[in-house]
């Protein structure tokens, strides 16, 4: 694979945008998940755009100073609303070039990789913003009408959420078949890196998600689709609608703070700590790969923190 071949030979007289194809054929041929193939095509696109302006057409024309070039294009362009591109939205635009490149090199479409020291900028791990209390966190669950069929829906989302951390577009695929209500279980299927893993709901989030399966979901869901929440339309919720939602109990229950799918997230790995739960038990309930990714949360979680402090320092008592 890594000598020139036939195809390899027709790489080398295509276009950006041609190999942009093959490479992203290829990174679903591999497992990858489609919010990864999404991600990959739209920074390429990006770039491809910016080297066209350039003059350059053709992968074995980007050289190291092309990359840096754009790299540096990146700090100083301007999202519509006049702000800088933040440092983690740079890396989503560098990681998918790095991969492309060695990609093109490993195949023999170009003779080097010219990507494989571009420096991607660490992006440091940020404490999230303020936890609701359990107080708030009942509050904002409170918050929908759960007389009508919409409110009835949103409140089971609301429960799923802080139950089991999920995230917000791995609650958006989620089927019907995969609930286990019998055993207040669910699968959540294609998360980060493809994985699926079997989450508890526990008993409060299963009766929930029972009502508006039984009420309310033959109203709002078309004939023949799985899809197990759905809008007043009847179609899949996109990530941004959902959000949307969110934002809006949110606020509805007095809750200011930034962030609205994901500050259930938080919460849900949050109170656990708190509760003495073990840091593995919640790296497998939020599917994190890596336990440095969990361990974000023993940095928020400071009640045990206090008390210590409260028993042993000095300073800590009048």
């Given at each position: 694979?890594?000598?020139p071949?036939?195809?390899?030979?027709?790489r080398?007289?295509?276009t950006?945008?041609?190999?942009q194809?093959a490479f992203l054929?290829?990174?679903?041929?591999?497992g990858?998940a489609?919010?990864?193939v999404?991600?990959?095509r739209?920074?390429?696109r990006q770039?491809i755009?910016w080297?066209w302006?350039?003059g350059?057409?053709?992968?074995?024309a980007?050289?190291?100073?092309t990359l840096?070039e754009?790299?540096a294009?990146?700090?100083?362009?301007?999202?519509?609303?006049g702000?800088a591109?933040a440092?983690?939205?740079?890396?989503t635009?560098?990681?998918p070039?790095?991969?492309f490149?060695?990609?093109l090199?490993r195949?023999?479409?170009?003779?080097?990789n010219p990507a494989v020291?571009?420096?991607?900028p660490?992006?440091p791990?940020r404490?999230p913003?303020?936890i609701p209390t359990?107080?708030?966190?009942w509050?904002?669950m409170?918050?929908?009408?759960?007389?009508?069929?919409p409110?009835?829906r949103d409140?089971a989302i609301?429960?799923?959420f802080?139950?089991?951390g999920?995230?917000?577009?791995?609650?958006a695929?989620?089927?019907?078949?995969?609930?286990h209500l019998h055993?207040?279980?669910?699968?959540?299927?294609?998360?980060?890196?493809?994985r699926?893993?079997?989450?508890?709901?526990?008993?409060?989030?299963t009766k929930w998600?029972?009502r508006?399966?039984?009420?309310?979901?033959?109203?709002?869901?078309?004939?023949?689709?799985?899809?197990?929440?759905?809008?007043?339309?009847?179609?899949?919720?996109?990530?941004n609608?959902?959000g949307?939602?969110?934002?809006?109990y949110?606020?509805?229950?007095g809750f200011?703070s930034?962030g609205?799918?994901?500050l259930?997230?938080?919460?849900?790995?949050?109170?656990?700590?708190e509760?003495?739960?073990d840091?593995?038990y919640?790296?497998?309930?939020?599917?994190?790969?890596?336990?440095?990714?969990?361990?974000i949360?023993?940095r928020v979680?400071?009640?045990k923190?206090?008390?210590v402090?409260?028993?042993?320092h000095?300073s800590a008592r009048?």
């Open positions: 694979m890594g000598r071949s036939a195809t390899g030979r027709y080398l007289s295509a950006l945008s041609e190999q194809e054929r290829w990174t679903r041929a591999i990858l489609e919010q990864t999404a991600i990959r739209f920074a390429l770039f755009r080297c302006i350039r350059v057409s053709r992968a074995d980007v050289d190291r100073d840096e754009y790299q294009h990146l700090t100083t362009r301007k999202k519509r609303n702000q591109l440092l983690n939205t740079q890396v635009r560098l990681n070039l790095k991969a490149f060695k990609w090199a195949s023999g479409a170009i003779p080097v020291e571009l420096c991607v660490r992006v791990r404490l913003g303020r359990l107080s708030e966190m509050r904002i409170a918050a929908p009408d759960i007389t009508t069929v409110g009835l409140r609301l429960e799923l802080y139950a089991t999920i995230r917000r577009m791995e609650l695929r989620l089927d019907v078949n995969d609930l055993d207040n279980s669910v699968v959540i299927r294609h998360g980060k890196a493809n699926d893993r079997m989450v508890p709901l526990g008993a409060r989030a998600i029972s508006y399966v039984k009420e309310c979901r033959p109203l709002m869901a078309r004939p023949g689709d799985g899809t197990l929440f759905v809008t007043d339309r009847g179609n899949p919720f996109i990530k609608r959902l949307d939602l969110v934002k809006g949110l606020r509805k229950a200011l930034k609205a799918c994901h259930f997230r938080h919460s849900c790995a949050t109170h656990m700590l509760n003495g739960a840091i593995r919640i790296q497998e309930l939020l599917g994190h790969a890596d336990l440095t990714t969990t361990q949360y023993t979680t400071i009640g923190l206090k008390e402090h409260l028993r042993t000095p009048l």
